[in-house]
């Protein structure tokens, strides 16, 4: 399917509750597949639509990455096609490494390993049912600014451990207050790429 596949068949598929919030603020079709896309998938054509890490230097919290290809940690190629158009989003390869990637060192050698500028945990979950259509990704988090103890505050169902993120504001403040910044902003281009992406928008 090309790049302007009719945006009323696309469901935005989301890991976490605070995506899927931001995908259907923008009135897109969006369902919520929890970590690594465990949970029942909705029917027709998906987009991996979320939060990413950056995998190189230079890519911002809030920058729009959308998805040339998909590989796994070890550079094999999953998936392939035209990246879906949406304004502003950088034509990219996406990483999906199955497990989070924080640290800098490991981030950057799974760049120099893979080709790809962001990493995430879904895509290939959602490309393994032959109906994903596209991936849109923000950037949250980066290697000089990396998520820390806030990325265990995700519930295998993507909504929000509480008590994990008390307990990572108490253990590292600077961190989780940046990392919490950095999520907004993500989140707001998110809600952007989902208006672009809404049924009613033109492809």
Do not use: H, K, Y
Request: aromatic content about 2%; charged content about 25%; glycine content about 8%.
């Amino acid at each position: 399917m090309d790049a302007a596949v009719a945006t009323d068949q696309l469901t935005l598929a989301c890991a976490l509750a605070v995506e899927e919030g931001a995908a259907r603020s923008g009135n897109a079709r969006a369902a919520r597949v929890g970590l690594q896309a465990g949970l029942p998938l909705p029917e027709g054509r998906l987009v991996s639509f979320g939060l990413a890490g950056a995998l190189v230097s230079g890519l911002e919290p809030g920058t729009l990455v959308s998805a040339r290809r998909i590989v796994d940690a070890d550079g094999t190629v999953l998936w392939e096609q035209e990246p879906l158009r949406v304004p502003g989003a950088l034509s990219a390869v996406v990483c999906d490494a199955g497990l989070v990637v924080d640290d800098p060192s490991a981030r950057r050698e799974l760049a120099r390993e893979t080709g790809a500028v962001a990493v995430d945990t879904e895509s290939a979950a959602l490309a393994a049912t032959g109906r994903l259509a596209g991936v849109v990704r923000a950037i949250s988090d980066t290697p000089e600014r990396p998520v820390g103890r806030l990325a265990r505050a995700a519930l295998p169902d993507g909504r929000t451990d509480w008590r994990a993120v008390a307990r990572a504001f108490f253990a590292e403040p600077r961190a989780t207050i940046r990392t919490a910044i950095a999520a907004r902003r993500a989140l707001a281009s998110l809600r952007a790429a989902a208006t672009a992406l809404a049924p009613e928008a033109t492809p």
